[in-house]
């Protein structure tokens, strides 16, 4: 019998799981209680932007395979149920806010079948898997619950979905380890890392995650502001490191810093469960990671001053990236957003410009000034401040830029741009940790 697949939640993890499912050959059912989304999605329009994902999705609503509903009742015949709704940041607090995930499972609980399998994929505090699974077996014993958390990056959530690092499950019995199996069999064919753990485990797997990563980002931002006090270069000191196979070169790029919807609140949700657990001195460091984060926002702004003036009013500012990561239209807690709108409060005039990030970015921050292209963005700017590190700011060639602006200064703070390359065609050049030599 093969395998029918329900997706509950059609935000960025559902969309992407259930549409990547269906490429797969399952038959899939996205559920949302959103129709706006339940509506777009059904005709083939992602409400978001990620590589490759809208062409994949209209392909497998031709396909036949794959549908969308609001109706709860559409799921009854599944066999395996995927969990994929938000844990955003509680408002008062920085626990994370387990709403919705209880919700979806109180509404599929009474629909599903006998022997069903419920998978959560969303980030949440350990203990949650167990608290949901007792909560499902009293409304319907004969299913049962398991754990499969994600391990998606913005800009290439498909082939994360499809090809996987590794797959980690947590499951209480053999069964839904065997269930999961099925599931995931191409993976596994393809000797994609198979990890089985206990529930408490395959939770904190994902919040170890992106611990550890916030670590190595604010780590190398750390030593940016010892490399400027030390007139030092961060970016030879961090290729030296990286070179050392215990460290590794990936995310020693030191900037502005991590934003987005997920490692700002699912390291602050793991400080709050830790305390919680009475473990709380065992994750006291991520506090310190946190506030170098926020610092290297500060401290662009600093270099803002020192360049220009500490009273920025009616200054001229253009800003390159919105997004707060390339390949994504994401601008939750986006550093490149949060500088420009501290930037403007401080009575500069700024324009912001990004490939695919404008529509949210005027959404959430109406007052700043947007442009369609870089020329318009930069025209007539006193400084220019690169802050997120797409492609298209990468490969601009800095001599066109020279005479739309009224002042050739530019402040990389993703340290992404060829310093020489700028200084060649004529422009001042700053970055995060870099010497002006």
Same mark, same amino acid.
């Given at each position: ?265 699912? #390291?602050?949700?793991?400080? $709050?469960? @830790? &305390? ?10 991520? +506090? =310190? %990671? /946190? ?82 292209? #870089?020329?318009?963005?930069? $025209?007539? @700017? &006193? ?10 700011? +990468? =490969? %601009? /060639? ?40």
């Amino acid at each position: 019998m093969s395998i029918k697949i329900s997706v509950i939640g059609t935000g960025y993890l559902g969309a992407t799981h259930a549409t990547c499912m269906s490429s797969l050959g399952f038959e899939v059912v996205g559920v949302d209680v959103d129709p706006k989304k339940i509506e777009s999605l059904s005709q083939g329009i992602i409400p978001f932007y990620e590589p490759r994902l809208e062409e994949l999705l209209q392909t497998e609503l031709k396909s036949g395979r794959l549908t969308f509903s609001t109706d709860f009742s559409a799921i009854k015949e599944c066999d395996v149920h995927f969990i994929c709704v938000g844990t955003p940041q509680i408002a008062n607090g920085i626990a994370a806010d387990r709403t919705y995930v209880f919700a979806a499972l109180d509404a599929i609980a009474p629909v599903i079948k006998d022997g069903s399998l419920v998978v959560g994929k969303s980030t949440v505090p350990v203990g949650t898997a167990a608290e949901l699974r007792d909560r499902l077996l009293k409304i319907n014993p004969k299913t049962d619950l398991a754990w499969n958390p994600e391990f998606l990056r913005e800009g290439f959530a498909v082939e994360d979905t499809l090809n996987p690092t590794r797959l980690v499950v947590g499951v209480a019995n053999h069964l839904a380890e065997e269930t999961l199996r099925k599931v995931y069999s191409k993976n596994l064919a393809d000797q994609t890392p198979w990890i089985v753990a206990d529930l408490p485990t395959s939770e904190l797997v994902k919040v170890s995650a992106n611990a550890f990563l916030a670590t190595k980002i604010s780590f190398i931002n750390a030593m940016a502001e010892v490399c400027e006090a030390a007139g030092g270069d961060v970016t030879v000191l961090a290729k030296a490191i990286g070179y050392d196979p215990r460290i590794g070169s990936r995310f020693l790029q030191a900037g502005i810093g991590f934003g987005g919807g997920c490692l700002p609140k699912d #390291i602050r949700a793991f400080m $709050a469960r @830790a &305390e919680e657990l009475g473990a709380e001195q065992a994750l006291e460091f991520l +506090r =310190e %990671i /946190d506030s170098i984060n926020l610092r290297a926002r500060s401290r662009m702004i600093d270099l803002v001053r020192r360049d220009l003036s500490e009273d920025l009013r009616g200054k001229k500012i253009a800003v390159l990236g919105a997004a707060f990561k390339p390949d994504s239209d994401d601008v939750r807690d986006s550093p490149a957003l949060d500088i420009a709108v501290q930037i403007q409060g401080a009575g500069a005039h700024v324009t912001v410009h990004d490939p695919k990030a404008i529509h949210n970015a005027e959404a959430r921050f109406p007052a700043l000034n947007y442009a369609d292209t #870089i020329e318009t963005c930069v $025209a007539d @700017a &006193e400084l220019v401040l690169h802050l997120t590190e797409w492609k298209v700011y +990468r =490969e %601009i /060639d800095p001599l066109k830029l020279l005479g739309l602006v009224a002042n050739p200064t530019i402040i990389d703070g993703r340290n992404a741009l060829d310093r020489e390359l700028w200084r060649a065609a004529g422009w001042q050049f700053r970055a995060l940790g870099r010497s002006e030599n």
